[in-house]
T-cell receptor, first 113, second 113 residues
Framework: SAVISQKPSRDICQRGTSLTIQCQVDSQVTMMFWYRQQPGQSLTLIATANQGSEATYESGFVIDKFPISRPNLTFSTLTVSNMSPEDSSIYLC??????????FGPGTRLLVL | DQQVKQNSPSLSVQEGRISILNCDYTNSMFDYFLWYKKYPAEGPTFLISISSIKDKNEDGRFTVFLNKSAKHLSLHIVPSQPGDSAVYFCAAGLQGGSEKLVFGKGTKLTVNP
């Protein structure tokens, strides 16, 4: 398994501002994923982040709103831009191991006022 | 269109009895499945997985059953313990694909002492 940490663990932000969430893994991994879990909903994949290439976004998510960086094999950031109350969610990063099992970070709880 | 469905939002069981959590999927291309457990304020924790070439996988108190013809899987917890109280997510993926996982909405399990 992999040990994953996220910063911040939670934040309260004002409408129109941006927040960058960091994800750190204790080992090198090829694929990292960013998910969103809105209240009462399932985990929804935002994008897949591979080191050295552009992130791949799922339908309904765009780079301008959720820019992602993946500077090396142990770190990634997700920015939630120009936030609105609808962006209030738990944001989770995960990594994929060779055994096709994803391991998740503890999540970042975001509240937008 | 929800490809992975957990139709029971909640389940309550007495300690020591069996907990059965169900999951249905619509995409016959899915070929591996995972169960995650999530406590409040934490990220999902991987529990157990099963490949489509199997119909059963067991790990301690946890057993996952897969019925491909019915596109149905279930997680059995025997015996249930109060510490098992959490939200359980079913997820499905494609081997050799983009490693994306599709999640159900989760079932909240409460194990009563």
């Amino acid at each position: 398994s992999a040990v994953i940490s996220q910063k911040p663990s939670r934040d309260i932000c004002q409408r129109g501002t941006s927040l960058t969430i960091q994800c750190q893994v204790d080992s090198q991994v090829t694929m990292m994923f960013w998910y969103r879990q809105q209240p009462g909903q399932s985990l929804t994949l935002i994008a897949t982040a591979n080191q050295g290439s552009e992130a791949t976004y799922e339908s309904g998510f765009v780079i301008d709103k959720f820019p992602i960086s993946r500077p090396n094999l142990t770190f990634s950031t997700l920015t939630v831009s120009n936030m609105s109350p609808e962006d209030s969610s738990i944001y989770l990063c995960s990594v994929d191991t060779y055994r096709e099992t994803q391991y998740f970070g503890p999540g970042t709880r975001l509240l937008v006022l | 269109d929800q490809q992975v469905k957990q139709n029971s939002p909640s389940l309550s069981v007495q300690e020591g009895r069996i907990s059965i959590l169900n999951c249905d999927y619509t995409n016959s291309m899915f070929d591996y499945f995972l169960w995650y457990k999530k406590y409040p304020a934490e990220g999902p924790t991987f529990l157990i997985s099963i490949s489509s070439i199997k119909d059963k996988n067991e790990d301690g108190r946890f057993t996952v059953f897969l019925n491909k013809s019915a596109k149905h899987l279930s997680l059995h917890i025997v015996p249930s313990q109060p510490g098992d109280s959490a939200v359980y997510f079913c997820a499905a993926g494609l081997q050799g694909g983009s490693e994306k996982l599709v999640f159900g909405k989760g079932t909240k399990l409460t194990v009563n002492p």
